[in-house]
């Protein structure tokens, strides 16, 4: 099983910030890996896949990069609706793996 | 609009067995996989169970393999999870969710349906 380390847990940015959420593979999930969005009481949403193809509608202010192990999810200038739960997930092999989450919260 | 609801959640008691329903409406449900992902209280999102868009391939995460069963009637639009010998660590709030394929990211979800095994 391949396990996804997200880091940190917690990230207080304040608004108009960047922010930079990074997602460890244990072993080369390639490029492999997506990104969601949840806020209190919704359901998550698609932000990126592909590691780097932001999914249809999500601003221009998300971005993701990385491949193999290493991924990063950078917001480039935090807006309110920004503050949230982000979570990456795998899908190079089975069991699909989701990281623990990193939320991003107003400094 | 594209939109998955799902359905049949509750309370059950330990050992006891429940089914949880997806609709879907919007798409065309017959030519895309189908997931159902869970999240425990205050706790992140864990895959559960994937079905390909014709119903003939299944994966399960290791802990409800044997004990969940994922199906799916695509003249009704809908997604199902069958749950038997349902443990306190089931409990958790269950989305279903839309992917392209089997193995790929999971593009639209539902408002998702709580289960508590108590």
């Known amino acids: 099983e391949i396990l996804m380390t997200q880091s940190p847990a917690t990230l207080s940015v304040s608004p108009g910030e960047r922010a930079t959420l990074s997602c460890r593979a244990s072993q080369s999930v390639y490029n492999n890996l997506a990104w969601y969005q949840q806020k209190p009481g919704q359901a998550p949403r698609l932000l990126i896949y592909?590691?780097?193809t932001r999914a249809t509608g999500i601003p221009a202010r998300f971005s993701g990069s990385g491949s193999g192990t290493e991924f990063t999810l950078t917001i480039s200038s935090l807006q309110s609706e920004d503050f949230a739960v982000y979570y990456c997930?795998?899908?190079?092999?089975?069991?699909?793996?989701f990281g623990g989450g990193t939320k991003v919260d107003i400094k | 609009q594209v939109q998955l609801v799902e359905s049949g959640g509750g309370v059950v008691q330990p050992g006891r067995s429940l089914r949880l329903s997806c609709t879907a409406s919007?798409?065309?449900?017959?030519?895309?996989?189908m997931h159902w992902v869970r999240q425990a209280p205050g706790k992140g999102l864990q895959w559960v169970a994937v079905i390909s868009y014709d119903g003939y391939n299944e994966y399960y995460t290791d802990s409800v393999k044997g004990r969940f069963t994922i199906s799916r009637d695509n003249f009704k639009n809908t997604l199902y999870l069958q749950m038997i010998s349902m443990r306190p660590e089931d409990t958790a709030v269950y989305y279903c969710a839309r992917g392209n394929s089997v193995r790929v990211w999971m593009d639209v979800w539902g408002q998702g349906t709580t289960v508590t095994v108590s």
């Open positions: 919007g798409f065309s449900f017959n030519r895309h996989a």
């Open positions: 592909g590691a780097s």
């Open positions: 997930q795998h899908y190079n092999d089975w069991p699909l793996i």
